[in-house]
Structures are given as C-alpha cells and as structure tokens.
C-alpha cells in the first residue's frame, strides 16, 4: 500500500512540473512503473498538442486513456472533440458525442472553455446536430453576462462566421444594451 501511495506522490509531481514549465516536453511526462494518474494524461495530451508538428493520435490515445480513468474531466472531452474531428476530416458522431458529455458534465463552465466551444461551433456550425447547435449559442449570452472581457471578446474579438452566431450577439447587446 505504501509503495502505491509513493508511485501515486510522484505521479502528482510529475504531473504539477510538467504544468508548470511546459518546455520539459512530453519525454519527461513518462509513466512510473506504466502508471499515469487521469490528470497526469490530461496535461500529456495536451503537450502532445503543443509539439511541433502537433501529435495529433498520441493526444487522443492520452485523452481517450484518461476519459477510462476519470470520464468526468471536461478537457478530455473537448480535446476529443477536436481530436475526432482532425481524424475524421469531419465532425463525425463520435466527436458530436464528446461534445455533448462536455456540455452534460459542464453546460457553462469556466470561461476558457465556452470561448472554445463556441470558436469550436463557429468551425464545424454546418456540422453540428441541431442540439449542439442550440447549446452553443446559449454560450453566447452566459459569456456576455459574464464580465466585460467577455463581452468585448463577443463584441470585437470573436468573428463569427455564421450569421445566427452575429445575431444571437447582437441580441444580447438589445436585451442588455446597460451591461
């Protein structure tokens, strides 16, 4: 017992440098002993993201490792979406299902991750099942209600290639317009 608790310590520290200095690369992001706890294969899958050029099949292969784990880790979720998506050239059923255990498991979130819903909507909006498309754009008014930062990503930053995306905005600049 003592010996997995100080494999799942060093798999905890490990995991925190690897956060934090992101240059130590996805060699030193190594199993102990074939062990990675579920967030130690989040953090690598997104290194395999970040690789030049980017390790698309190995950052699925982290994330899908990571879901079997702890299914309730949201970034696992979003990053197969896209990861899906890339592989299949398309947005296929088992991306649209990432997507959806994304917005079961947080149908707002933090701020990060409804900004990439939405640019991730913006993309594939053809794509998109009419559910995905309805929860999308309930990002739009939760950003905007969020805080200023939000509204001027939605207002100046955001570029929206779909015009209910515009006019869902738009929207809530008229149902808002003291914010």
């Not at 900004?115 to 995905?132: E, G, M």
């Not at 209910?164 to 149902?175: G, M, V």
Request: glycine fraction near 2%; hydrophobic fraction near 45%.
């Amino acid at each position: 017992m003592a010996f997995f608790a100080a494999i799942l310590l060093i798999d905890e520290m490990e995991t925190q440098r690897l956060k934090s200095d992101p240059s130590i690369g996805v060699s030193a992001a190594q199993p102990i002993l074939g062990f990675l706890s579920a967030e130690r294969l989040d953090v690598l899958a997104d290194a395999h993201l970040q690789t030049k050029p980017p390790q698309y099949e190995l950052s699925k292969d982290a994330s899908s490792r990571s879901v079997e784990k702890n299914d309730r880790r949201i970034s696992n979720w979003t990053r197969l979406a896209f990861l899906e998506t890339v592989s299949a050239g398309v947005l296929n059923d088992q991306a649209a299902e990432a997507l959806r255990r994304s917005y079961a498991l947080s149908p707002y979130g933090e701020v990060e991750l409804m900004k990439w819903r939405l640019n991730f909507a913006n993309a594939y909006w053809d794509q998109l099942p009419l559910d995905l498309r309805l929860m999308s754009l309930r990002q739009i008014e939760a950003l905007y209600l969020f805080d200023l930062h939000q509204r001027a990503w939605l207002i100046r930053d955001f570029k929206p290639l779909v015009p209910l995306l515009a006019s869902e905005i738009q929207k809530c600049r008229t149902k808002y317009p003291d914010l």
